[in-house]
């Protein structure tokens, strides 16, 4: 009997990509909804449209910040940057800012290293706090496509988690829900060429009233989602 990294290991390039980045995969994060259900109780978010705009701006956020780390990481683990992968994972622990933030990061982070070692994907890790986008930067720099290629999928996978969650949370109709996930389709493009090209000292994740509203989510009367 084949061993399951073996199995997982000789499958299509494209195809372990589209398995890595799947919202079906067993890490949870079908349960963060990243700020949108607070957004949504303070009334910034209520339709189709507003959901559609509070996205796209999310995602030009992930491309000066998180996505930036990630293209970094995917290049640094390939060049065998030891120094280049500690100042990213430095950098994921100290741009956490709040426990919502930190408990989807690490949350995630843990589960995917779980999933991938089971799958004989990835063995060890070289970092104390296994963050999701340094984990998920090891799994995908073994994927032997270009970073653009890679960058672009891990960000249709998170867009198509977001319009579940804006499903569940606004509501919106299904019909809803495929006009927003064309929106960010289109924009996602720019957003990874834009993370592809920011320097170490360039990436940034401030958004004050993204913070605030991760704050007030943690003492929200009612919640679906655990950001």
Do not use: C
């Not at 607070?38 to 796209?56: F, P, Q, R, Y």
């Not at 709040?98 to 970092?127: C, I, N």
């Not at 592809?196 to 943690?218: G, N, Y």
């Amino acid at each position: 009997m084949r061993q399951a990294g073996t199995m997982a290991t000789s499958i299509d390039p494209r195809l372990r990509l589209i398995w890595l980045v799947s919202p079906a995969l067993p890490i949870g994060a079908f349960s963060y909804s990243e700020g949108l259900e607070a957004a949504v109780e303070h009334g910034l978010v209520h339709d189709g449209d507003s959901a559609g705009e509070w996205l796209s701006q999310q995602l030009a956020l992930m491309a000066r910040g998180d996505m930036a780390a990630l293209a970094s990481a995917v290049r640094a683990r390939r060049a065998g940057d030891a120094a280049a992968l500690a100042e990213i994972s430095d950098w994921l622990d100290r741009t956490r800012d709040s426990a919502e933030a930190r408990l989807q990061s690490e949350q995630m982070g843990r589960s995917l290293f779980v999933w991938a070692r089971g799958q004989g994907l990835l063995d060890t890790l070289s970092v104390g706090v296994p963050h999701f986008i340094f984990v998920m930067a090891q799994l995908l720099s073994d994927i032997d496509l270009p970073l653009e290629q890679l960058l672009q999928a891990q960000a249709f996978g998170w867009a198509e988690n977001q319009v579940q969650a804006a499903l569940k949370a606004v509501p919106l109709g299904q019909s809803a829900g495929q006009r927003v996930l064309a929106r960010l389709a289109a924009e996602i493009p720019f957003a990874v060429a834009r993370a592809i090209d920011t320097a170490p000292e360039q990436r940034q994740v401030f958004a004050p009233r993204l913070s605030i509203l991760a704050a007030r989510h943690e003492t929200q009367y009612s919640r679906l989602f655990r950001s």
